[in-house]
């Protein structure tokens, strides 16, 4: 099960700028969970939604949001940017508790 | 606080040479353990989990909460295992994965 996908693949924004990542799970995973990967460090957990709902939050400010959709897509929005938001960000989508998640190929976002 | 230690960042063995790469974590309760891979240009993807006890492309990892470690060893290494190793944990009847640093497999031919 590959059929995680995100947009776009790379993306170059301005300190203060806003930004909205996109995730499409796979039919059927009604859970996504988002997570930060800072250049040679491993992935930090944003958060998480299920069912549209956030449903655990990592060490993030609030200007991080989310929205989950009843067709598995989610975005992943960020106010105010800073340089130290730039990062791989990565979405991984799975079916329920417990089970396997499915990561997608990330969006990498530079800040400048 | 949960925590996931993986003490290098690199490790460089010969074709054939036994492989182990380190993880250690911290929790107070009982954690799920995992091994996630990422080949060059490939997304990251889950290597093996503990409550399985399975064997995947060879690497093996046995959970020990006297040490607090989830090692994972190969007997032989491949070129192909060359990548980017992470050790993660997550907490009761959580999905929340706590990531470590990675270490980067080098294999020579």
């Known amino acids: 099960e590959t059929g995680v996908t995100q947009s776009p693949t790379h993306l170059i924004k301005t300190r203060g700028q806003q930004v909205t990542l996109r995730c499409s799970s796979q039919s059927g995973h009604n859970t996504v969970s988002w997570y930060q990967q800072a250049l040679g460090q491993g992935p930090q957990f944003i958060f998480q939604y299920y069912r549209e709902e956030e449903n655990g939050r990592g060490n993030f400010p609030p200007r991080f949001s989310g929205l989950q959709f009843p067709n598995y897509s989610s975005e992943l929005n960020v106010n105010a940017l800073e340089l130290d938001d730039s990062a791989l960000y990565l979405c991984a989508s799975t079916r329920k508790d417990g089970e396997t998640q499915y990561f997608g190929p990330g969006t990498r976002l530079l800040v400048l | 606080a949960q925590r996931v230690t993986q003490p290098e960042k690199l490790l460089s063995v010969f074709k054939g040479a036994p492989v182990e790469l380190k993880c250690n974590y911290s929790?107070?309760?009982?954690?799920?353990l995992f091994w996630y891979v990422q080949y060059s240009r490939q997304r990251l993807q889950l290597l093996l989990r503990?409550?399985s006890r399975e064997s995947i492309k060879g690497f093996t990892a046995d959970l020990n909460k006297g040490e607090t470690s989830f090692h994972l060893k190969k007997p032989f290494a491949q070129e192909e295992d060359s990548a980017m190793y992470y050790c993660?944990?997550?907490?009761?009847?959580?999905?929340?994965?706590?990531f470590g640093t990675g270490t980067r497999l080098q294999v020579f031919p």
């Open positions: 929790y107070s309760g009982s954690p799920e």
């Open positions: 503990h409550i």
């Open positions: 993660a944990l997550s907490t009761y009847n959580t999905d929340k994965l706590i």
